[in-house]
């Protein structure tokens, strides 16, 4: 058997003909540049993450990187944000000239810490400098936001969500991206809302910064060809965004299913007897986790990754080198044992496959494999 990662063809298989039906009617209107497509589904994910504003972006790293601009981030700035995220959310802040500041995880969700940011930004200064707090909602599950908006609000910074990987995702029944000034999407193909290549939003309620998004994204233009502020060639192609717009109807589903996923693979390894050996994710009580990636914890996890590949069956690690310890970032000053939890987690976490299409037999086989490693 194999079993790899992810398998996009699957799903494609599901929906191949209204996707091809849409795309062609999108060719054969050739607007290609925002227009319709794009504005349905920035309404729709309004609507589904329940905010005022949605506007697409060419990526989850350009939603970061011009949410931050809308904020006016620069050389000198600070932002505060978790070691153990994907590279963009602190390369953003560094294309901007700012600095990112980091702050350790909680080691059961892997989400930034609220007590360790807490104390982060009673001793960071100057504290006029820190211009936003960015938490990630890592793997799709979201962070502790109320304990982080209290802090933010302690220090009057805006809170940008990271919410690349958790479309969807609830916190006290309070959807991801809905909770911060803004919020942050990728539809980068892996993720549970993935496009033909990438894309990205950025939602808010706050009316002003959905208008700067939407001038930064189209070169700080307003009106067209007079330009007030700086800003990039940043647009969601009306291409990704019609067929984004299809994928979001089956969104909730394809959800669901991994959510079964998971719950069936925590029995069949509680059943396999390997509870002692692999932790599972935790999933906190007020959270609503859309399962991006399932990720369990486990000693010698480079050498059961290498059994499982050679068993055919795929994994990946996210992520093997907190941003801290990246060669990118040594001259910030950080060194090993600056963040322990993130440093732990980056040498023991390994993500398991989860997406809707995989099948029982195949969750059982990965099991079997696992027990054979562990009984080896
Ligand atoms: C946590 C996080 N932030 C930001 C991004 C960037 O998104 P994109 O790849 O769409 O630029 C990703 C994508 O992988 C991510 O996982």
Not at 165 to 183: L, P
Not at 246 to 273: C, Q
Not at 319 to 332: F, G, I, N, R
Not at 333 to 354: H, M, Q, V
């Amino acid at each position: 058997m194999r079993v790899p990662l992810l398998d996009l063809k699957a799903q494609y298989n599901t929906i191949r003909e209204e996707i091809q039906n849409t795309v062609t009617d999108l060719f054969e209107s050739q607007m290609f540049i925002l227009g319709a497509a794009v504005k349905d589904l920035e309404a729709a994910v309004a609507k589904y993450s329940n905010v005022k504003f949605a506007v697409g972006v060419a990526s989850g790293t350009d939603a970061l990187l011009i949410s931050l601009m809308a904020l006016k981030t620069g050389a000198g700035d600070y932002v505060v944000t978790t070691p153990y995220t994907f590279f963009a959310t602190a390369g953003s802040v560094s294309r901007l000239g700012a600095t990112p500041v980091f702050v350790d995880i909680e080691p059961d969700t892997y989400n930034i810490s609220p007590e360790r940011l807490s104390e982060c930004l009673d001793h960071l200064q100057p504290q006029e400098k820190i211009k936003a707090i960015i938490p990630v909602h890592l793997y799709g599950q979201c962070a502790d936001m109320d304990p982080i908006l209290a802090t933010a609000r302690r220090y009057g910074v805006p809170v940008i969500e990271d919410a690349a990987q958790a479309i969807g995702s609830r916190y006290k029944n309070r959807v991801a991206g809905s909770m911060g000034d803004g919020g942050c999407f990728s539809f980068f193909p892996s993720k549970n809302l993935g496009g033909f290549g990438d894309g990205g939003m950025v939602t808010t309620d706050n009316e002003e910064l959905a208008h700067m998004v939407g001038i930064l994204r189209v070169h700080g233009s307003e009106p067209k060809y007079y330009h007030k502020v700086i800003g990039c060639n940043s647009r969601l192609d009306a291409l990704q965004a019609a067929v984004l717009s299809v994928k979001l109807k089956y969104l909730d589903s394809w959800t669901e299913a991994r959510r079964k996923n998971a719950d069936y693979y925590r029995r069949i390894f509680r059943e396999a007897g390997l509870a002692d050996v692999i932790k599972l994710p935790t999933v906190r009580e007020e959270n609503h986790h859309i399962y991006n990636q399932f990720v369990i914890r486990v000693e010698e996890r480079d050498a059961l990754r290498d059994f499982l590949t050679s068993q055919e069956i795929g994994t990946e690690i996210y992520y093997p080198v907190p941003l801290h310890l990246q060669e990118c970032y040594s001259t910030l000053g950080y060194k090993e044992g600056n963040f322990p939890e993130s440093e732990k987690a980056a040498r023991e976490t390994l993500a398991l496959p989860i997406y809707a299409e995989l099948s029982t037999a195949q969750q059982d086989y990965i099991a079997d494999k696992i027990t054979e490693f562990y009984r080896r």
